[in-house]
């Protein structure tokens, strides 16, 4: 069974920063291509940046694009996003999402993630 678990999320100031980890157990790591999505209140879930299971191929939506990072540990079965310059627009409750995927590309489509966690809130307000 695989399980997916979000961490690190919390209260900011705007132009703070906050790093959420993500862990899944259940067969390898490195099988997973993983993304963080976010969803803020009354609106749709939208996806935030992806990763191929090696980490040699990221991508990541328009709005974070220079502030976000998206990294991972495979041998610590640690999926990290570090987001920089946060503002109010980035209030959101984020999931981290999984695929067992070993191919050289990865998708910010939400119908193609298979495993999801419970979400880890990030707001941020003076």
């Known amino acids: 069974q695989v399980q997916v678990v979000e961490s690190g999320g919390g209260l900011v100031q705007p132009g703070g920063s906050l790093r959420l980890s993500c862990t899944v157990s259940?067969?390898?790591?490195?099988?997973?291509?993983m993304a963080w999505f976010r969803q803020a209140p009354g609106k749709e879930r939208e996806p935030v940046s992806c990763?191929?299971?090696?980490?040699?191929?990221?991508y990541y939506q328009f709005s974070v694009k220079g502030r976000f990072t998206i990294s991972r540990d495979n041998a610590k079965n640690t999926l990290l996003l570090q987001m920089n310059s946060l503002k109010p627009e980035d209030t959101a409750m984020y999931y981290c999402?999984?695929?067992?995927?070993?191919?050289?590309?990865?998708?910010?489509?939400?119908?193609?993630?298979?495993?999801w966690g419970q979400g880890t809130q990030v707001t941020v307000s003076s």
């Open positions: 999402a999984a695929r067992r995927s070993r191919r050289d590309w990865c998708s910010l489509m939400r119908s193609e993630y298979n495993y």
């Open positions: 259940g067969g390898s790591f490195d099988d997973y291509e």
């Open positions: 990763i191929t299971w090696s980490g040699g191929t990221t």
